[in-house]
T-cell receptor, first 109, second 112 residues
């Protein structure tokens, strides 16, 4: 079983739509969780951290369910500029940081 | 603002050749990482280091070696290059008490 698994995508949505991505992780001892965004042929960049209490940053909401070992990212009112690959990232003990395979999002006009 | 610098940016290797991907960061970060990303896939952790003199294997270490003699440098060595090592390689670093991983711009490697 992979350490971090994500929806395979791609997701094709119209502008203004709400889209949700899911991610599961296998190591119950994992300590920190993040969503990164990667544009085509570019390096990944941090989108947001994920906390048990949930956190929101503008149109983006991230949730963590430790009992189910499940992370989610919700994007509301999608923009064309949101088109990218979204990477779920899990950090275990010793700062071993594992990336999921990513979910591609295409937002259409 | 150098950040994380990787060289070379592009390289073509012949099967069986060896090479070293250089990575240096000027932010005094203890944690450094090497990832590879195959076309259309996510990043896979090759090796990581939590400080000078300490390295550990990631998810896909076979065919690679690393060293961390200084805080700044974390080179990745490919011995006996194989076509399966054709990929984009990202070096990254992270400060002790921050969540953000800072990536280099990537090194595109093709083994033919």
């Amino acid at each position: 079983r992979k350490e971090v698994e994500q929806d395979p995508g791609p997701f094709n949505v119209p502008e203004g739509a709400t889209v949700a991505f899911n991610c599961t992780y296998s190591n119950s001892a994992s300590q920190s969780f993040f969503w990164y965004r990667q544009d085509c042929r570019k390096e990944p960049k941090l989108l947001m951290s994920v906390y048990s209490s949930g956190n929101e940053d503008g149109r983006f909401t991230a949730q963590l369910n430790r009992a189910s070992q499940y992370i989610s990212l919700l994007i509301r009112d999608s923009k064309l500029s949101d088109s990218a690959t979204y990477l779920c990232v899990v950090e275990g003990g010793g700062f071993k940081t594992i990336f999921g395979a990513g979910t591609r999002l295409f937002v259409k006009a | 603002n150098a950040g994380v610098t990787q060289t070379p940016k592009f390289r073509i290797l012949k099967i069986g050749q060896s090479m070293t991907l250089q990575c240096t960061q000027d932010m005094n970060h203890n944690y450094m990482y090497w990832y590879r990303q195959d076309p259309g896939m996510g990043l896979k952790l090759i090796y990581y280091s939590v400080g000078a003199g300490i390295t550990d294997k990631g998810e896909v270490p076979n065919g690679y070696n690393v060293s961390r003699s200084t805080t700044e440098d974390f080179p990745l060595r490919l011995e006996l290059a194989a076509p399966s090592q054709t990929s984009v390689y990202f070096c990254a670093s992270r400060p002790d008490r921050e969540n953000t991983i800072y990536f280099g711009e990537g090194s595109w490697l093709t083994v033919v």
